[in-house]
């Protein structure tokens, strides 16, 4: 745990200074680190271009490379480091912890009744706290997380079936269980999982509709019988989102005090894991959004249309690309100021996403100019959809501060052909048809 913090510190040492240039010296004095694992570790960052590098007087100075990312993502990625930072403070906490058990270890050692059973509990507990921090660092989904915790809990925690529950809109379960446990066994951990977690969240009821969002199943066969022992305790997936894990076991031997200590510490660990995962995807998000409208931005466009374009090539699945542009934009923004343009740029991207399907990708290519990606669409039907977006942007009031706003598109419309060898190429084709969209009178559908 303690390796992540260096590197974490020597890139918060770059983002705390921006648009300068900070030396090597001074990095290896805030790190703490030797100059030779600076240098290695800045060579990893230049690698993957995140550098500006420059030599003055005989030293390296150094600075991030942050054209093109925005404000908004700036500030989430400082964000996300505090977050990282206050989970390796909760990290060495955990190894304070640690140390505590280690020291228990040592003196129970000379009570011989009870020596080597607890010698083998307390060092499965320890491993197992030392991998799930590692766990949680790389997981991106709550599924891996539990899947990768879960499997490793047993060798800390004797148990036969473990359940995770979340609240959501539904009662989201995960479950895991050793090889040969009937389904009736299941039902009733899933049952008494709902009970527990009303009764502890006071709540007078839990939903009735659950999923099964994971079930897991392990080699190893469990003894036969039912259940005869319990423990659970909570966990927050989010400040509106409870959870709750329970373990049950078979065998009629009470779970411990110290198992029950490993699960409420586990519990806070999956909290951890939860908000990081939850500031990953905040970040994700934001890479491949358009701020103002809330779809796609041009990058994402790039990436999905180069995937669909090769799937439709390979299975001669047919493919569909709309490129869309406001006609007479400026002079909306002329007339009303951009205030109002935005609006309508906000508006007609919510008209489009109205008449597209859930496999339909739309993006914004750049200022008003829109693409839609119609995948397992012939050009007679994407024809179609083409002429009912013309012809509701045309209907449509776009709201004005005191008038509303009319607009039209024009819409160049291109479907995939075998002598299409590059993605480039349809988005030529479309791209072209556009064009002539504009130049023969706007607020019209060409094709090709």
Known sequence: MAIVKPPLRLLQTLLRFPNEFVGERFLVQESGLPTRVVRRLLSRLNLNQLLIKE?????????????????????????????????????????????????????????????????????NALVFLEEISSIILRSQTFSQVF????RRLFSAVNYEIGVAAILEDKLN??????SSIPRDLIEKSIYLTKEMMGVTLSLPYLLQDYIIMEEIEEAEVAPSGKIQ??????????????????????????FLADEKQVLD???TQMALACQNITALQKIQQLAITDDLT??????????????????????????????MDLDHFKRINDKYGHQIGDVVLSEFAALVLEMTRSTDIFARYGGEEFSLILPHTPLDASKEIAERIRSRVEQYAFPGEEFPVHCTVSIGLAMNKEEYKSPEELISSADLNLYKAKTMGRNMVIYS
């Open 55 to 123: 030599h003055r007087e005989g030293e390296t100075y150094y600075g991030l490379k942050l054209e093109g990312i925005s404000t908004s993502l700036l500030k989430l990625i400082r964000e996300f480091l505090i977050e990282e930072e206050n989970l390796i403070q909760n990290y060495e906490k955990l190894e304070i912890q640690q140390r505590i058990y280690k020291q228990q270890l040592e003196a129970k050692e000379n009570e011989a009744y009870k020596a080597s059973a607890r010698f083998v509990t307390y060092l």
């Open 147 to 150: 899947k990768e915790i879960f």
């Open 173 to 178: 379960l995960y479950i895991i269980r050793k």
């Open 229 to 254: 022992h319990r423990i659970g305790t909570t966990f927050q997936k989010d400040p509106m989102t409870p959870g709750y894990i329970t373990l049950f076991r078979i065998e009629d031997e009470p």
């Open 265 to 267: 510490i586990l519990a």
């Open 294 to 323: 809330g779809i796609y931005n041009k990058r994402y466009f790039r990436q999905a249309f180069w995937k669909e374009f090769e799937r439709a090539s390979r299975y001669n699945i047919p493919l569909s690309l709309m490129m």
